[in-house]
């Protein structure tokens, strides 16, 4: 809890605000009419477990192969917005979140691809295992690690 964050010019670590030790707790102390002396809404902004910033890409398996052979069509024909948000929430069930790391991985190693002029990105079927979802390593099968 040593996170390090810097407020109003000053260094502060994530424990000291939410524990009474602060100078902002202190002065509030002073105004009996708050129970709770914490700047839990500074902590939340300050604070993240997890990196927010993915991306949804669509994963061709089941149904979705069509969906995406639907989306794959409307390259070549002019576009028709209702019909691609129509086609989109369709394939809602058939993406995954991916994290920016991630993304440049698969790029990499060609396992990503864009259609609809960069509108949607599509992950190739090598990279996601029906019973294990997404393998960063399409060389080595996530069969071949289960005992």
Same mark, same amino acid.
């Given at each position: 809890?040593r996170?390090?964050?810097? +407020? ?12 009474? !030790? ?5 002065e509030? $102390?002073?105004n009996k009419?708050?129970?709770?002396y914490?700047?839990f $809404?500074?902590?939340?902004q300050?604070? %993240? ?20 052979? %639907?989306? +794959?069509s409307?390259?070549q ?7 691609? *948000?129509?086609?989109i929430q369709?394939?809602r ?7 920016a790391w991630? *993304? ?14 960069? *509108?949607?990105? !599509?992950?190739?079927? %090598?990279?996601y ?10 060389e %080595? ?7």
């Open positions: 809890m996170y390090p964050i810097k +407020e109003y010019g000053t260094q502060y670590y994530l424990a000291d605000l939410l524990s009474n !030790v602060n100078a902002k707790a202190k509030n $102390k002073e009419g708050y129970v709770l914490q700047p $809404k500074t902590v939340g300050a604070f %993240q477990v997890f990196d927010q910033e993915t991306i949804d890409v669509f994963v061709p398996y089941g149904e979705g192969e069509n969906l995406l052979a %639907q989306l +794959e409307m390259q024909m002019k576009f028709h917005l209702g019909k691609f *948000r129509e086609t369709k394939a069930p058939y993406t995954i979140s991916i994290y991630q *993304r440049k991985k698969l790029e990499q190693a060609g396992m990503l691809r864009s259609i609809l002029d960069d *509108r949607a990105l !599509v992950l190739d079927k %090598q990279a295992d029906d019973d294990y979802g997404l393998c960063m390593d399409a %080595q099968p996530v069969s071949e690690f289960v005992v």
